[in-house]
């Protein structure tokens, strides 16, 4: 394969896809020549336009709802749904016909994530979609984008780099890392959104970055997307003269972005409504959500404007004049975000959970207390000690600090395009900060929200090449697995189990660690568990590392695997003597194997939401 010409950033986001490129050729150390792709798209039927972003939609009309060629683009004139902005337009009106919020499918354990499940509540005559199919075609949509406007340089052959939420676990990130390469990403990265976020920041400071933060600083990534609320720190270290960043921690998954936010808004019209005499039904209320969305990215995006019009259809009715109208206006919009979900919370408080009833819908597990300031001080409080162990790092806590004290703060997300919203945080942090007698933090300004991280991923291709600076990382957490001790059967108790660790906080894409000095049994030929353990705040273990006993807050178990690995002639049940060997590959997944004691066979056991992983 041919070296690539072009570092390719795509941010594969919730609501909205965007592609940004540098000529790898044509730029020089911090000097680079960078582009965005307008993405041609459908925005009505038969009609073509190019834009910036690709909304993440997909629309699945019925055989007989469009003429022949309506849904054609550039590349093909053959297909079956749309992608993009007439997806999103067209779905607001026939919500059960739109696949929406894919990427938090994705990242959905309790789902069969290969399924058809999408549009989840469709009826039975609605064709549907698996997440990892939904990625897929946004991913292929943005590939024949990139070939049709740049024939000379196949997609195929070069550097692509796909972001992801930090908090994406093991599975979500191979899952993602599956749908690239079936895209045709043949050289994948995955990085990141607020490692991205940064790298964009720097990037467009044509080296400036240099005077806006110093030794011993702690940046505060906040990154509030569609579909995740996603923290991360990372702490500026002088190593020989020279400037380095590290990063050293982010946050829990937390399903919480633009997606409660919509919801939040369709109740607060409907409940206008309802004060009218109006009631909408379950259908209405999708169907002015999907409004509220775009309602609010307008009034977001356009500081002029002080109201949007809703109209949602009445069921059965063909004429505009039968349509419910209201609108959402820019008061309703701020006072539903800003205390619903940015309260002035203290730093002592926490996420509050909430009784929940036996029986529940099937749908994504979104996170119990909508307020995002309350959980970004449960992230800092945990950090604490996230730069106690960091080399080089001159910065030091005061005596009974309760929480790690950010420096200056770079927010990312569409969220944050209003200033009430940034500025609340940033209040919110500054006022923590106070209590402790530290010095307000700064914001670190000049970031595009909604490109950022297309063209921080775009500029991490090129800074893996040598040039520009690196955020230095590796895994966001330490992984562990379960070994179960060998122990007489005992009525009613469960053997106890230890956790492994397999690959430790920081390990390097691309590296590889052999657990060579210790020996376990591997059950061949029948079905057995796998169970995985995440750690964001054990920074000491390392490889080999066999925890007895651990908090409930130190370890978060993940994904379990149900697999039978083969038993290459043994018995089934036999237990082979293995060494394991764990790998972080290149798109930043991780990869276990297990060596028998003798014999040429391998195992591999990868975090696959399938659970058959097995070679």
Same mark, same amino acid.
């Given at each position: 394969?041919?070296?690539?010409?072009?570092?390719?950033? #795509?941010?594969?986001?919730?609501? &909205?896809?965007?592609?940004?490129?540098?000529?790898?050729?044509?730029?020089?150390?911090?000097?680079?020549?960078q582009d965005v792709l307008p993405i041609p798209q459908l925005t009505a039927p038969g009609s073509l336009e190019a834009r910036g972003l690709l909304p993440s939609f997909i629309y699945l009309p019925h055989a007989d709802e469009l003429a022949p060629g309506d849904l054609a683009l550039p590349w093909t004139a053959e297909l079956d749904h749309a992608v993009g902005e007439m997806a999103r337009s067209r779905?607001?009106?026939?919500?059960?016909?739109?696949?929406?919020?894919?990427?938090?499918?994705?990242?959905?354990?309790?789902?069969?994530?290969?399924?058809? #499940?999408?549009?989840?509540?469709?009826?039975?005559?609605?064709?549907?979609?698996? $997440?990892?199919?939904?990625?897929?075609?946004?991913?292929?949509?943005?590939?024949?984008?990139?070939?049709?406007?740049?024939?000379?340089?196949?997609?195929?052959?070069?550097?692509?780099?796909?972001?992801?939420?930090?908090?994406?676990?093991?599975?979500?990130?191979?899952?993602?890392?599956?749908?690239?390469?079936?895209?045709?990403?043949?050289?994948? #990265?995955?990085?990141?959104?607020?490692?991205?976020?940064?790298?964009?920041?720097?990037?467009?400071?044509?080296?400036?970055?240099?005077?806006?933060?110093?030794?011993?600083?702690?940046?505060?990534?906040?990154?509030?997307?569609?579909?995740?609320?996603?923290?991360?720190?990372?702490?500026?270290?002088?190593?020989?003269?020279?400037?380095?960043?590290?990063?050293?921690?982010?946050?829990?998954?937390?399903?919480?972005?633009?997606?409660?936010?919509?919801?939040?808004?369709?109740?607060?019209?409907?409940?206008?409504?309802?004060?009218?005499?109006?009631?909408?039904?379950?259908?209405?209320?999708?169907?002015?959500? &999907?409004?509220?969305?775009?309602?609010?990215?307008?009034?977001?995006?356009?500081?002029?404007?002080?109201?949007? $019009?809703?109209?949602?259809?009445?069921?059965?009715?063909?004429?505009?004049?039968?349509?419910?109208?209201?609108?959402?206006?820019?008061?309703?919009?701020?006072?539903?975000?800003?205390?619903?979900?940015?309260?002035?919370?203290?730093?002592?408080?926490?996420?509050?959970?909430?009784?929940?009833?036996?029986?529940?819908?099937?749908?994504?597990?979104?996170?119990?207390?909508?307020?995002?300031?309350?959980?970004?001080?449960?992230?800092?409080?945990?950090?604490?000690?996230?730069t106690d162990d960091l080399a080089g790092f001159s910065a030091q806590l005061p005596d009974g600090a309760t929480f790690l004290h950010p420096t200056a703060v770079l927010f990312n997300g569409g969220v944050f395009k209003s200033e009430l919203l940034a500025e609340r945080t940033l209040a919110t942090i500054n006022a923590w900060l106070s209590s402790e007698q530290a010095a307000p933090a700064r914001r670190?300004?000049?970031?595009?929200?909604?490109?950022?991280?297309?063209?921080?991923?775009?500029?991490?291709?090129?800074?893996?090449?040598?040039?520009?600076?690196?955020?230095?990382?590796?895994?966001?957490?330490?992984?562990?697995?379960?070994?179960?001790?060998?122990?007489?059967?005992?009525?009613?108790?469960?053997?106890?189990?230890?956790?492994?660790?397999?690959?430790?906080?920081?390990?390097?894409?691309?590296?590889?660690?052999?657990?060579?000095?210790?020996?376990?049994?591997?059950?061949?030929?029948?079905?057995?568990?796998?169970?995985?353990?995440?750690?964001?705040?054990?920074?000491?273990?390392?490889?080999?590392?066999?925890?007895?006993?651990?908090? $409930?807050?130190?370890?978060?178990?993940?994904?379990? #695997?149900?697999?039978?690995?083969?038993?290459?002639?043994?018995? $089934?049940?036999?237990?082979?003597?293995?060494?394991? &060997?764990?790998?972080?590959?290149?798109?930043?997944?991780?990869?276990?194997?297990?060596?028998? &004691?003798?014999?040429?066979?391998?195992?591999?056991?990868?975090?696959?939401?399938?659970?058959?992983?097995?070679?």
């Open positions: 394969m041919s070296a690539p010409r072009f570092s390719i950033g #795509i941010d594969l986001g919730t609501t &909205h896809c965007a592609l940004s490129y540098i000529d790898l050729a044509g730029s020089d150390g911090e000097q680079v020549t779905g607001a009106g026939t919500p059960i016909r739109l696949v929406s919020s894919a990427k938090s499918w994705l990242c959905h354990a309790g789902v069969d994530r290969r399924a058809a #499940i999408l549009p989840n509540d469709a009826p039975p005559e609605v064709t549907r979609v698996s $997440p990892l199919e939904a990625s897929l075609r946004y991913l292929s949509h943005l590939r024949a984008a990139w070939e049709y406007a740049q024939p000379q340089a196949p997609f195929a052959e070069q550097e692509v780099v796909v972001t992801i939420p930090a908090s994406f676990d093991p599975a979500a990130r191979e899952l993602t890392a599956e749908a690239a390469r079936a895209a045709g990403c043949a050289q994948l #990265i995955l990085l990141e959104e607020p490692q991205a976020a940064l790298y964009s920041w720097i990037q467009q400071s044509a080296g400036a970055w240099r005077k806006a933060v110093r030794p011993g600083d702690i940046i505060l990534v906040v990154d509030v997307g569609g579909g995740t609320s996603d923290f991360s720190l990372i702490a500026v270290v002088e190593t020989a003269g020279n400037l380095e960043l590290h990063r050293v921690a982010v946050g829990e998954h937390i399903l919480l972005g633009g997606d409660n936010m919509d919801l939040a808004l369709a109740y607060a019209v409907a409940g206008k409504l309802a004060a009218q005499g109006t009631r909408l039904d379950a259908w209405q209320l999708r169907t002015l959500t &999907h409004a509220c969305r775009s309602a609010k990215e307008t009034l977001l995006a356009k500081a002029d404007v002080e109201s949007v $019009p809703l109209v949602i259809a009445s069921r059965g009715s063909k004429l505009i004049g039968g349509s419910i109208r209201s609108e959402l206006t820019r008061a309703e919009l701020t006072a539903t975000l800003l205390d619903g979900f940015f309260p002035a919370a203290a730093i002592g408080d926490r996420p509050q959970g909430r009784g929940r009833a036996g029986l529940t819908q099937l749908g994504l597990p979104y996170a119990q207390d909508a307020a995002i300031t309350r959980h970004l001080a449960a992230f800092l409080a945990r950090q604490r000690t996230a670190l300004a000049g970031a595009d929200l909604d490109l950022a991280v297309a063209r921080g991923a775009a500029y991490y291709g090129y800074v893996r090449r040598g040039q520009g600076v690196r955020i230095r990382g590796g895994t966001a957490r330490s992984y562990y697995v379960a070994v179960e001790s060998a122990m007489p059967a005992v009525p009613g108790l469960q053997p106890p189990v230890q956790a492994l660790c397999l690959a430790p906080f920081g390990m390097e894409e691309g590296s590889e660690a052999a657990l060579s000095t210790q020996e376990f049994g591997l059950v061949v030929g029948e079905q057995v568990r796998f169970r995985f353990f995440g750690s964001s705040v054990r920074r000491l273990d390392q490889v080999g590392t066999l925890l007895e006993e651990w908090a $409930p807050e130190e370890l978060q178990e993940l994904d379990e #695997i149900h697999t039978t690995l083969p038993s290459e002639g043994r018995a $089934p049940g036999a237990v082979v003597r293995v060494r394991l &060997h764990a790998r972080v590959t290149e798109a930043g997944t991780l990869e276990l194997e297990a060596l028998p &004691h003798d014999g040429a066979e391998r195992w591999k056991v990868e975090f696959d939401v399938r659970g058959a992983a097995a070679e």
